[in-house]
């Protein structure tokens, strides 16, 4: 049996999973956690990947391995392979200026011609602008920039600080893939190159970027040492190891579950994303989609709301009830909740940019005022922001065939009958999983056998359009009214 393993080094956690190269089927898993906040020392990532490989009962047996990543996550380096400051994660929005500067300066339309997104604080490109600006000094160091996934693979390469790593601060080792390239802000889709001018207008001069690699190109093959953590946790990394080139998070996500054009991913998560593959870039000057490209050589179009599974959170923690509960109220309600609408922008919100809105209800009459109205009212108004980003999508040239619906919440049978009410095409569950890390291990076979596997994917629930058109037409009347 010849074994791949796939890692996921989310903003929660770096997870593991070793799998047959034939069959897919999952042999072991591991996991670590990590850090909370909006800006993290990278030493810790190294150190949960370490942590979560001795979980998962290391790699001696592995014959190759692939590391996907949360997207856009700063990462600055000197030129003696030190971390120059605490990486900014794409959550951090401290850069939301420096992205309004950008945009001033080369104009929303240029950049999303050149880029294939309009910037936002997620950006790398924003962050290296806010250090410019904010930390100058630290800034002027800056010889090389790269990606949460970058820089675990470079390390795992056997490179690094010297003392840290067996291979020392060769810069010029360090990889990434299109699809997290396509996050940054400085590199074009289009082209399949770095727009360096935009890099020089965001950091203040040229640097070292990771070299982009192919699908299924090897960053390169292990010459065996001891990977070790701060704490003092120890695995082998094997002679021979193959290395695939790594993802990011939403683009291994779509390799994991075997994602082909006319799909499209609905993720219910903290905060939400609607994205699909598609054979063309997209570049949306109005910012509403993010035109990335995929892991397998084609393109991921995305949306992203900030408001998604903490909708349902906030609503069953203000009824008392825990999700189930919360689902089997909503179900006891009509569509449209007899004009109870929820505008779920607890958070602010980013697709519509509404940075400073709060969330809403609107239709509260003693008739409506039910614990089954607002259930229903919670889970229409999580599932039509996602329609809504739908739309977006078809509107840069996406024409879905089924929706794949993934995240904890996608298993609520209320979230998915409304699925069906709001979506009008079919709806799949796929099987709880760790689509990310399945992705990189996916990578990983990919570049072992050169050619892209086709693991199944379980699906536990699957439904035919049940169209339900007052939902929508309820909260399009209230959301643009918000929207003004």
């Not at 800034?139 to 390390?155: I, N, S, Y």
């Not at 990889?175 to 390239?181: G, H």
């Amino acid at each position: 049996m010849t074994l791949v393993a796939g890692i996921d080094s989310s903003t929660q956690s770096c997870k593991v999973v070793v799998r047959d190269l034939d069959s897919g089927a999952l042999v072991r898993s591991g996991r670590a956690a990590h850090p909370a906040g909006t800006e993290v020392d990278p030493a810790t990532w190294w150190d949960a990947l370490v942590e979560a490989l001795l979980d998962a009962g290391g790699l001696d047996d592995v014959a190759a391995i692939s590391i996907a990543g949360q997207q856009h996550g700063m990462v600055v380096l000197d030129a003696g392979g030190e971390v120059i400051r605490p990486a900014l994660l794409w959550n951090d929005t401290r850069s939301a200026g420096a992205a309004r500067e950008l945009i001033e300066e080369f104009g929303a339309a240029s950049l999303a011609h050149r880029t294939g997104s309009v910037p936002v604080a997620s950006f790398t490109a924003t962050k290296l602008r806010w250090l410019r600006d904010a930390e100058p000094e630290a800034a002027a160091r800056v010889a090389a920039v790269a990606l949460p996934h970058d820089w675990l693979t470079w390390r795992l390469r056997g490179f690094g600080p010297a003392g840290a790593a067996p291979l020392g601060p060769v810069l010029d080792e360090l990889v990434t893939d299109r699809s997290d390239a396509s996050g940054t802000s400085y590199w074009n889709p289009r082209l399949e190159d770095y727009d360096r001018e935009l890099l020089v207008a965001s950091l203040g001069h040229d640097v070292v970027l990771p070299r982009v690699l192919g699908p299924a190109e090897a960053a390169g093959t292990m010459a065996g040492f001891d990977a070790r953590s701060s704490t003092g946790t120890v695995v082998n990394v094997p002679a021979g190891l193959a290395v695939g080139p790594g993802a990011g998070d939403n683009a291994g996500a779509a390799l994991g579950l075997g994602a082909r054009e006319g799909d499209v991913v609905v993720s219910i998560g903290t905060s939400g994303t609607v994205f699909a593959v598609t054979p063309q870039p997209s570049a949306d000057a109005t910012g509403a989609v993010a035109g990335f490209a995929d892991a397998s050589g084609a393109y991921l179009p995305l949306v992203a709301t900030l408001n998604a599974a903490r909708v349902l959170d906030a609503a069953a923690g203000l009824l008392g009830v825990d999700h189930d509960e919360l689902g089997r109220l909503a179900l006891e309600a009509e569509p449209g909740a007899g004009g109870l609408v929820l505008l779920p922008y607890f958070e602010g919100e980013r697709t519509p940019n509404l940075p400073d809105a709060t969330a809403t209800l609107f239709g509260l009459t003693l008739a409506t005022t039910t614990r089954a109205g607002l259930a229903r009212a919670a889970v229409e108004g999580l599932l039509c922001g996602l329609a809504d980003g739908l739309d977006a999508v078809r509107a840069v040239g996406v024409v879905p065939a089924r929706i794949l619906l993934i995240g904890g919440a996608a298993l609520n049978p209320a979230v998915q009958a409304v699925a069906a009410q709001v979506f009008d095409v079919p709806v799949t569950v796929p099987a709880p999983g760790e689509y990310v890390a399945d992705g990189a291990a996916t990578q990983a076979a990919w570049v072992l056998s050169g050619e892209r596997p086709s693991w199944p994917v379980t699906v536990v629930a699957a439904s035919r359009p049940d169209p339900q058109p007052v939902i929508r037409r309820q909260y399009a009347a209230h959301a643009g009214r918000t929207a003004d």
